[in-house]
């Protein structure tokens, strides 16, 4: 039976690479997405945001590294309005991407993500990845993050956003650990205040209430995790 074997490997090996290849195709677009992104923000936008996430002090944007103002960046993206359009809106009326574009299905899930916390159930070391659970609602996500692949162990929690892409899910750029006992104390009252039902589906945010919940829950990662926290960033390998 050493040839069934091979031969099932085998084909589990090359789908592994295929999704790898794709991966890292979707990474470099991502990567040049957030960058013209970024590029969009209103000068306004950043300090605005920042002070919502906690890194604003007497005035001024404090940052403890590089990871932290790409936390700002994505938090900007979806969440500072203005007309009531993010600049992911506006971004998608004025270049609107070549249908079956890799930008247009990174837009598409941009669009349909949201900010979570997730435990990390098992690492697919094959996959390059992780097998995550949503503590909010329980959907599990099959996600590819070379960083968390090589470095996390079941049972992390991570915060942050995740993009549906057909076939995997990925980062937006960054997650946050957090630990054990501040998930209980610190973020269980959080999650409590807008997800009162934990057996219930997760509900249908508005537009003030994912801001809300999003800056909340990084601000206290971010405050809790001090200056020497480690963040998992999966940029291109």
């Known amino acids: 039976m050493k040839w069934l074997f091979s031969f099932v490997f085998g084909k589990q090996a090359a789908r592994d690479d295929d999704l790898s290849d794709r991966y890292q195709e979707v990474r470099k677009a991502a990567v040049q997405l957030n960058l013209a ?8 936008a950043v300090p605005e945001c920042g002070k919502k996430l ?20 994505d938090y900007c993206f979806h969440h500072y309005r203005r007309a ?15 249908p079956g574009s890799t ?16 435990r990390v159930e098992a690492i697919q070391h094959r996959r390059r990845g992780a097998s995550l659970c949503d503590l909010l609602g329980g959907e ?3 996600l590819i993050d070379i960083a968390l692949s090589e470095t996390a162990e079941p049972g992390l929690i991570v915060a942050g956003r995740l993009l549906p892409l057909p076939g995997f899910a ?18 269980r009252p959080v999650i409590r205040k807008y997800y009162p039902d934990p057996t219930a589906a997760r509900p249908a945010f508005s537009d003030a ?9 990084i ?17 291109e390998h």
């Open 37 to 44: 992104l970024a590029k969009e923000v209103p000068k306004a």
């Open 54 to 73: 906690g890194l604003v002090k007497a005035g001024t944007l404090i940052l403890n590294n590089d990871d932290e103002i790409a936390i700002v960046y």
């Open 84 to 98: 009531d359009k993010s600049v992911l809106d506006r971004h998608r009326e004025q270049h609107p991407p070549a």
């Open 103 to 118: 930008e247009a299905a990174l837009l598409e899930a941009m669009g349909r993500s949201r900010y979570s916390l997730f």
């Open 140 to 142: 599990r996500f099959d």
């Open 170 to 187: 990925m980062s937006s750029g960054t997650l946050i650990p957090v630990a054990e006992p501040v998930y209980e104390d610190k973020m």
């Open 209 to 217: 209430q994912a801001a809300s919940f999003e800056a909340q829950i």
């Open 219 to 235: 601000r206290i990662a971010l405050r809790e995790g001090g200056e020497d926290n480690v963040f998992y960033t999966d940029a």
